[in-house]
């Protein structure tokens, strides 16, 4: 009886880990996706001097302007989306002496 318990708790503990991770990890990517996002809006505005497209689809926006903010903003809040994950991941592995669910060795994404 007492193995089955220890399984059931482990079995709660895992899914309890999983679930705080998921949260961390979403909390530290759109974090980063915002604070990048306010930072590339202030770097548009200072070096073109105006604020930068709301709607790159938008037909008033120029299509080299429009295909330069999609590109810029794309790979920008990637890049720092995935840094934060990766840091996310560090202290994670630091705190509890284990990966994150998903990124362990023999996890399936």
Request: charged letters at 25%; glycine letters at 8%.
């Amino acid at each position: 009886m007492r193995r089955s318990m220890r399984r059931g708790y482990r079995a709660a503990m895992a899914s309890d880990s999983s679930k705080v991770w998921t949260v961390f990890s979403l909390v530290a990517g759109v974090g980063a996706a915002a604070l990048t996002r306010k930072l590339l809006d202030r770097s548009w505005k200072a070096a073109a001097g105006k604020n930068p497209p709301e709607n790159p689809a938008d037909p008033d926006v120029s299509i080299g302007e429009a295909v330069i903010w999609a590109s810029l903003t794309g790979a920008a809040v990637a890049l720092a989306r995935m840094l934060a994950q990766r840091r996310a991941a560090d202290y994670y592995a630091r705190s509890t002496g284990h990966l994150p669910p998903g990124l362990r060795k023999g996890d399936k994404s």
